[in-house]
């Protein structure tokens, strides 16, 4: 058996090229999230009047950089690490040519680090450069041209992956001419053909619009306009963080609880189900709108509610195939198998525990969908409670469990310390129980999100589920909590990098149960897929996008900017672009030193 | 393509969870009654509220037998009129719009609560309970002020709101 073992070899013995780029990708992913702990801490403990260590009009920087770097650099570098895996594993053969693969990274890695100076640059009043217009970056509000155009850089990068990952199956596909596609590369290119239609209204927005705005080509934009475009992509960039969640969920938990996923088939269906149906929803996020009809809310209402459709059935194939583990490991009984199941291993405990917050985070995700009760939580900090759960839970801590995972094979390193891994899984789903719970019930009482200080001085907030002080404590202890697992994640990776390499750290995966012959031909049709994403998205959006330029023009009705870097704005370029330019040398040099 | 049973029940279950919260928001429009702020209002001139004939003077007007316009103007940082006083047991129209960026329009522990876009104006209709001081919040992102942007509205009986019109002194 232990023979059989170390004649396996594990990835990186296999593809070395690729498992530095799938290191890369991570490590990159890892010190985002880092930085988004720091300043998770710094706001926790601020908004509930616990420490302040920063005045309130900072604030916002700390706000705009948690969630940028927690919702676009730790997740989507993670993202094309996993996915570089998942391709070139399924696959079983490198990538074309790893040249485009070091670029792509390289180009993401420079955007994100352009978008990350013009917000830091917010700390420093001297330097004459903000982007404090967080995540969403709502016009009027103006951001330093550097945060739009480092963010253009990054989806490129992006884009740019997303081509190498297809050329590499087109390769493969003319080796293989008559197999079918290999689950998790079906599930990558499923996950990325969504992904290019959601950002290219993103990116439309940013270089038609915001982008000229800033640097005072354009007088004005249309913030309705402007506004719509963001939700067109920033729904969908939700099931960007979540796909690869759903692929470990799907093809590698199973394993580790002892079995195989249950059906290859409902696999593919779900994968299908959300790039047709996760971009045509985005007008949820803007309910609350004036100046878009209330027909088209409807319609975008009924979408979301069908998108619960591949979640729910997730559920279900994840449960099963977890059982079917357990009861391949000697489980019986109606739910005495939940026995049986490797609690010990942090992997599995993780993602389990990351699968039950994204059930909680359903529930709440179904009230923020039903359009009329929205009223009474829309931009409370339930909202942020929710997608604590799904993005901050379901993906971070499947991210963070799947890494104790895949690390070793990538790198041929054990991990330092699983116990510590256990515990710090553990310590996540804690903090974030409390964190939160007490965000939703806040939220319930109308507390809003967003801000320095919830605490206001004309009037006390109604009594619900515990006073406001009370549910702050409990959001303050769960964000400490978070913020010490992040740490303690780290350490133990930075202490698993310094273990010596040894071999026998391989793992395979075996197939489905119900296996991919089972299965339509049809699914595979990824043409046919993208074309009805294409019709469902123009039905859903020609209409409401059209009624928003004819009611405010395409450059908007008479709005101003706020505040505005059309003077300084040259003089500021030159100004970041040379340290920038050094900066990003000693990053590479360093990045390429840990990884090699 | 095999589908298990138990796999056909569940996908069953789901389908009806789905039409049920489909139903139940439907229900709430024709039902209750709860409408969206939608595009009943026409897009307004944002840096010309002073010469627009509601906003330049944000204000409380009775409209109807018990029904009552509040024009709301929301700005970096606060909210005109203020505090927004308005009859008890009536029916109250909101017309809110911004001068400036994007802001919230929350009245604090109740589910009036709207975006308000520069440029275009939200209408919200509410029914008013008894007398009561609300907060009313900016739940928006809108600048380095936005903790401080903080209004109220007041809800007083049928006189104490007769006085303070015709006392032409809104505090």
Known sequence: MSQAIEAEQSFVDKFPEEARLVRAALLSSFFALVLGAIFGIVQTLHRTDVARIIPSTDYYTVLTAHGVFMVISFTIFFLVGLFTWAVVRSLDRPLVNTKITWTWYAIMATGMTMTGVAILAGFFPALDMSADVLFTFYAPLQAHPLFYAGLTVFIVGSWIAGADWFRTFLAWKREHPDERIPLQTFMVLVTMAMWYIASSAVAASVLLFLLPWSLGLIDQVNPTLTRTLFWFFGHPVVYFWLMPAYLLWYTVLPKIAGGRLFSDPLARVVFVLFLLLSTPVGIHHQYLDPGIAEGFKFISMTNTMFLLLPSLLTAFTVVASVEYGARQRGGTGLLGWLTDLPWRKPEFTGMMLAGLMFAAGGFSGMVNAGMNINYMIHNTIWVPGHFHLTVGTAVALTFMAATYWIWPQISNKPIYSRTIGLFQVVVWFVGMALMSNAMHAQGMMGVPRRTAEPEYAGFDYPLMFGGFEELNVQIAIGGTLLFVSTILFISNLVLTMGNPRVSGLAESLPPAISGPDDAPRVLDSLRLWVGIALVLVVLAYALPLAAIINRGGLLGPGVGTYPAWVTPVLDALAGAMTPLVSVLGKATALLVGVVA | ?171
């Open chain 2, 1 to 171: 393509m095999h589908i298990h049973a138990y796999e056909k029940l569940w996908l069953a279950a789901s389908i009806l969870l789905i039409l049920l919260l489909i139903g139940s928001v439907t229900y709430g429009a024709v039902g209750p009654g709860v409408a969206m702020v939608a595009d009943s209002e026409q897009p307004i001139d944002a840096q010309g509220l002073d010469e627009d004939e509601r906003f330049s003077e944000p204000r409380v007007e009775q409209v109807g037998e018990n029904q009552y316009a509040a024009y709301v103007v929301a700005y970096q940082f606060g909210f005109e009129p203020s505090p927004i006083v308005v009859p008890e047991d009536s029916t109250v129209t909101f017309y809110v719009t911004s001068r400036d960026v994007i802001h919230g329009f929350e009245v604090a522990g109740t589910n009036a609560n709207t975006m308000i876009v520069p440029g275009e104006v939200s209408e919200i209709t509410v029914q008013t309970d008894g007398a009561e001081e609300y907060g009313l919040i900016c739940n928006e992102y809108c600048g380095a002020g936005h903790h401080v942007m903080e209004g109220k509205v007041h809800v007083v009986s049928q006189a104490e709101f007769e006085a303070r019109n015709s006392g032409g002194d809104d505090a």
